[in-house]
């Protein structure tokens, strides 16, 4: 029991310091795009390779499982700019489309597809992405914090 627990923090910690600095890394000195200090990106989360300089990621954001964030739109032939602000979470299999701005401190959930900007403090769910919840304060990696109710 004690040797699982410290492989457990042995491997969070190697995930944590070279893994998603490695994949940063690789984002934005091999393919050019724009991505925030502390950014948190899935091996598995799929960013557009055709229009890499048109990517803008923020600071702490995290981008799960599966996500496709894309910055072209092959069948109108154009090249669009998509950005996504600070301290978001995109869930997984979430897609963002061509062209988007996803403002800080957003929540995008899982599988949602977002085909329109998204103002700062709100949550997008479904397919179409719908804005749920506006005015939400979140964290890094987008945890949401829950204000305290006064009694």
Same mark, same amino acid.
């Given at each position: 029991?004690?040797?699982?627990?410290?492989?457990?923090?042995?491997?969070?910690?190697?995930?944590?310091?070279?893994?998603?600095?490695?994949?940063?890394?690789?984002?934005?000195?091999?393919?050019g795009?724009?991505?925030?200090?502390?950014?948190?990106?899935?091996?598995?989360?799929?960013?557009?390779?055709?229009?890499?300089?048109?990517?803008?990621?923020?600071?702490?954001?995290?981008?799960?499982?599966?996500?496709?964030?894309?910055?072209?739109?092959?069948?109108?032939?154009?090249?669009?700019?998509?950005?996504? /602000?600070?301290? $978001?979470f &995109? #869930?997984?299999? !979430?897609?963002? %489309?061509?062209? *988007?701005?996803? /403002?800080?401190? $957003?929540? &995008? #959930?899982?599988? !949602?597809?977002? %085909?329109?900007? *998204?103002?700062? /403090?709100?949550?997008v769910?479904?397919?179409?992405?719908?804005?749920?919840?506006?005015?939400?304060?979140? /964290?890094?990696?987008g945890?949401?914090?829950?204000?305290?109710?006064?009694?």
């Amino acid at each position: 029991m004690i040797r699982s627990k410290s492989l457990a923090k042995v491997r969070t910690f190697v995930v944590r310091e070279f893994v998603y600095r490695a994949v940063r890394w690789y984002y934005t000195k091999i393919w050019g795009m724009t991505i925030g200090e502390g950014t948190r990106i899935s091996l598995t989360a799929k960013l557009d390779m055709t229009n890499p300089r048109g990517l803008t990621i923020g600071d702490y954001t995290a981008v799960a499982f599966g996500s496709s964030i894309l910055s072209h739109d092959f069948v109108n032939s154009v090249h669009l700019d998509t950005k996504i /602000g600070s301290c $978001c979470f &995109i #869930g997984g299999r !979430a897609i963002i %489309m061509p062209g *988007v701005v996803v /403002g800080d401190h $957003c929540i &995008i #959930g899982a599988g !949602a597809v977002v %085909m329109r900007n *998204v103002p700062p /403090g709100s949550v997008v769910v479904g397919n179409p992405g719908r804005i749920t919840e506006t005015d939400i304060e979140t /964290g890094q990696f987008g945890a949401r914090i829950r204000k305290k109710e006064s009694s």
